[in-house]
């Protein structure tokens, strides 16, 4: 008897992805405008569907942080999204639900609807286990390196990403 998988592959649709951090105003944002901007070079844009969220919603509404922003527009990124708390429904929208540090996977796995809809979740350093740190750091409390750092692993990870999801 034919057996029906759980989990269907991508096909016929846009790959969908979602980038998560605390605010959704420094790191997420980001890593949603570099990873645009990588797919929008390879003339992927029709190929992936992509969005971040935050898992805390105290900056909804607005655009990334101004420091993020300007770190991000001397690498020729225009950061221009929204900051938005998760929802529910992105557990069942989003193909790649994908967190920044180990405390966004935490609560991400905690707000999953279900077991099967948790496997969504990962670190973008999972992606690339080669990269400087475990982890993308939180840029909000610190200096200017915070952010360049941030752009760094952005810069070394998402590519590594867009090779293993890539349709
Ligand atoms: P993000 O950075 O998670 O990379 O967007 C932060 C932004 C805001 C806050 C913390 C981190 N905050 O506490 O408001």
Redesign the pocket.
Known sequence: MRQTPILQPVSGRPVRVLFV?????????SAEGVFRHLVSEAGQDEAFEIDSA???G??EGEL??GR?RAHAARRGYDLTSR?RPIRYEDFFHFDYIIG?DES?RERLLEKAPTAELAEKVSLLTDWAPDAAKDHVP????GGAEGFEH?LDLLEHCLPQLQRQIHP
Do not use: A, E, F, T
Not at 138 to 141: A, E, K
């Open positions: 951090c605390l605010g959704n105003i420094c790191r997420s944002p935050g898992i805390i105290h900056h990334p942080d993020m900051s920044m966004n939180d840029p909000y409390y941030v």
